[in-house]
């Protein structure tokens, strides 16, 4: 359980603000919200007539969710969808990047973004195609090679989309390129087998597709005489169209004219009223058509012609729409659809639907819940507050996204050879050709929402393909967090090393060496080691972690005491072994050195003064103070700006985070909370100044190593991975368990003959 919460732990915070809005939000406002679409679903719900504006989809879905319940009981499933998509959303992150911090960015815009609560308040379609969109990214996904039937699944997914939302219908573009090209489909194009599997998965898609969208052009053939998806004409595209239309370059007609709005361009009214209450007035046209053209005929004429009189005026406006995807705030754009509308209210909000809105929803609601239409005004001000003040997705943020997912696309970086470039791609080009369908036909927040679901995985996939973020074969990538000490490794080892040498056999000063195959560089440092600190006696401790070239014996050789690890962890798990063990041994003090030679041993005295005479609990050499040498001035720079962060993280003064020439009490030692394998410099140090323990840092000198590399990577990712150690230590002492509460009550030094009785 602790190895899941440590892993989990961003998560399980977000979840349980998203949980707790939710409970809010339901309670704010019964049994349900109701916009003016909702009123439609409700009127064909036992008819199911596909003829209807709406395709059937959502209909279908609230049908079957009333069958369990009422209204209440349909805003709570559509939550807890909400939640579900989070989680499926964060379990698919982790699937290709195993970092959890990173999959939680991917799920916290479904589970705190305000727009989100109150769609999914709404009886509206938005969450059921986020479902499914979500659903078509779990089946390409989710697993290793892909299969002819998940590819139909997906295509029978993103068919149910399309009945959901008929804008799903522009995810075919991504949907087909990525069943031709992803998962190396390029190189596959190029040998009989690799063209007869892409072929094979993409033919399964494609059949997925058609069999679901056949089969309901089927059914509604049975009422209108034709196939067809929708009763929507062409009042969509003649609404986009009548806001910019010349009349005067239309051709010589008196049917277009007709078409032509009253209102002078600069003057015209929103893509909205044309759409809905010009088109679908039976009063409009005013005067009697000229000839047999229908309405709808005229109307797809009247925006044919305009299309190809003005194209660059028609991209502007979509250009223009689309871009306020990503603007700051959420306001109401000239001639757009009122923001207000997808904004929480104080009150339960009535939208027009006729002159007896009241009554109309009244009736509803009495039929299906027995109550009528309220909202607890308390509860509602919270989440409207909530929204009001920032409790939503950021615009600039999703374009952040957008651009991630785009880089990670065309190969960015280390993304060219990454498998999470496909990913990138389906999720970042199905955001993105959503956003622009939907601007072609009418800016909305409401039509921003699947980009919730979609822009933040393209994006984080995007990121992990570029800097080589992706999960690792096993054996590779970043090392897993350690369990508390004794974990197996430590058990393990610490029997053989009694079964060697007993069960106090170290002196009060033990001098630990994390070793991982440094037989090349040892022998110097151990044969350098002084054998006493002015009268203390000193033990060396090599802690030889998994190594395969012969370490341990050498140390041995070299007089050395050696605990052998059955299994490399890190320099951060073989030092906190050697910690414990220290002082389960007996020891009183504990320093800390490297195997490569990169410290002056001759310095231990000045190192333990600070220790002995009572001046400070904790030493550490500074290179800045002293002396150092740098490999590259990536690594120069490096120690100055995680000087300068953990100087702002804790309030103290420090000039070197990572110098590993350190002196402590072995009790100190043994009592931080250790949990990094490999970049623990930063973890130790912040986790002894949490505990109130007095830091000191003296003036010493750095060497480069006389023997090997890094074994922790280069300048770039060990500064990423110091970083999240650095700051990942610092929440977790100083934020969530409150550090430097009381000082650290440290051992004054001990009498001669006197022993640390651990």
């Not at 295509?155 to 090209?181: H, K, M």
């Not at 009349?247 to 015209?268: A, F, H, K, N």
């Amino acid at each position: 359980m602790s190895t899941f919460l440590r892993r989990h732990w961003l998560l399980l915070l977000l979840l349980a603000g998203g949980v707790a809005l939710r409970v809010v939000t339901w309670l704010a406002y019964q049994p349900a919200l109701l916009y003016i679409d909702t009123f439609r679903y409700l009127g064909n719900l036992e008819e199911l007539r596909p003829t209807d504006l709406n395709p059937l989809g959502y209909t279908v879905v609230l049908k079957f969710l009333l069958e369990f319940g009422g209204f209440a009981w349909a805003q709570a499933a559509q939550h807890i969808i909400g939640i579900l998509l989070a989680l499926v959303l964060y379990r698919l992150a982790m699937r290709y990047t195993e970092r959890g911090w990173l999959s939680a960015i991917v799920a916290a815009p479904v589970l705190l973004d305000a727009y989100q609560l109150q769609i999914e308040a709404n009886l509206m379609s938005e969450i059921v195609f986020q479902a499914l969109l979500v659903g078509m990214l779990w089946a390409l996904l989710s697993r290793g090679e892909l299969t002819w039937k998940r590819a139909a699944v997906a295509g029978a997914l993103l068919a149910a989309a399309v009945l959901t939302r008929t804008i799903g219908l522009v995810v075919a573009v991504p949907f087909v390129l990525f069943l031709l090209l992803a998962f190396g489909g390029l190189k596959a194009w190029k040998t009989r087998a690799g063209r007869r599997h892409v072929a094979g998965r993409t033919v399964a898609g494609l059949a997925g597709v058609a069999l679901v969208l056949l089969g309901y052009m089927s059914y509604y053939a049975t009422y209108a005489g034709h196939f067809g998806l929708t009763g929507a004409t062409n009042n969509v595209l003649y609404g986009r169209t009548a806001t910019f239309a010349d009349c005067s370059q239309l051709p010589d007609d008196e049917g277009l004219r007709l078409m032509c709005p009253e209102e002078p361009l600069g003057q015209r009214q929103s893509v909205d009223f044309y759409t809905h209450f010009q088109y679908g007035s039976a009063d409009w046209p005013a005067e009697p058509l000229p000839d047999e053209r229908d309405k709808a005929t005229l109307a797809k004429q009247f925006s044919y012609a305009v299309i190809l009189n003005q194209p660059l005026d028609l991209l502007g406006e979509v250009l223009y729409d689309f871009g306020k995807n990503f603007v700051p705030v959420k306001e109401t754009f000239h001639n757009d659809v009122p923001a207000e509308r997808w904004h929480f209210q104080s009150h339960y909000p009535y939208h027009d639907v006729g002159t007896e809105t009241p009554q109309v929803y009244q009736a509803w609601t009495l039929a299906y819940d027995d109550e009528l239409p309220h909202a607890d005004r308390a509860l509602a001000s919270f989440m409207r507050d909530y929204q009001q003040n920032g409790g939503y997705t950021w615009g600039p943020l999703l374009a952040v996204f957008l651009l991630l997912g785009i880089l990670g696309v065309v190969g960015v970086g280390k993304a060219r050879r990454s498998p999470l470039r496909s990913g990138a791609f389906l999720a970042t080009g199905s955001a993105l050709i959503i956003l622009a369908g939907s601007a072609a036909f009418e800016f909305s927040w409401r039509y921003q929402l699947p980009a919730l679901v979609l822009l933040p995985i393209g994006g984080v996939l995007g990121l992990a393909a570029m800097f080589g973020m992706g999960k690792k074969p096993a054996g590779g990538g970043r090392r897993p967090k350690m369990d508390d000490y004794p974990d197996d490794v430590d058990t393990a080892a610490v029997s053989e090393f009694r079964s060697r040498y007993g069960e106090a056999p170290l002196s009060p000063l033990v001098v630990v060496i994390a070793a991982f195959n440094e037989a090349k560089g040892i022998t110097p440092v151990l044969q350098n080691m002084p054998t006493h600190c002015g009268d203390i006696p000193v033990s060396t401790l090599v802690v030889v972690d998994g190594a395969t070239d012969g370490t341990a014996e050498i140390a041995r050789e070299a007089g050395a005491y050696v605990c052998e690890a059955p299994k490399n962890r890190g320099q951060g798990g073989a030092l906190r072994l050697g910690y414990h063990l220290a002082n389960e041994c007996g020891a009183d003090w504990v320093v800390t050195t490297d195997a490569d030679g990169q410290y002056d041993n001759n310095e231990l005295p000045m190192l333990m003064k600070p220790l002995l005479d009572g001046t400070a609990d904790f030493v550490t050499g500074s290179r800045r103070l002293g002396s150092g040498k740098y490999d590259s001035s990536v690594r120069w720079l490096g120690v100055r700006v995680f000087a300068w962060l953990a100087s702002l993280l804790t309030m103290q003064k420090i000039t070197d985070t990572s110098f590993g020439f350190r002196a402590m009490p072995a009790d100190l030692a043994a009592s931080v909370t250790l949990r990094e394998p490999q970049y623990q410099a930063s973890e130790l140090l912040l986790g002894v100044m949490a505990k109130g323990a007095r830091v000191l840092e003296v003036p010493m000198t750095m060497e480069l190593r006389n023997n090997g590399a890094s074994k922790k990577g280069g300048s770039i990712k060990y500064g990423a991975n110091y970083s999240r150690v650095m700051l990942g230590t610092w929440l977790r002492e100083y934020v969530f368990r409150g550090g430097k509460r009381r000082p650290y009550a440290g051992r004054s030094a001990p009498e001669p003959g006197e022993r640390n009785p651990a």
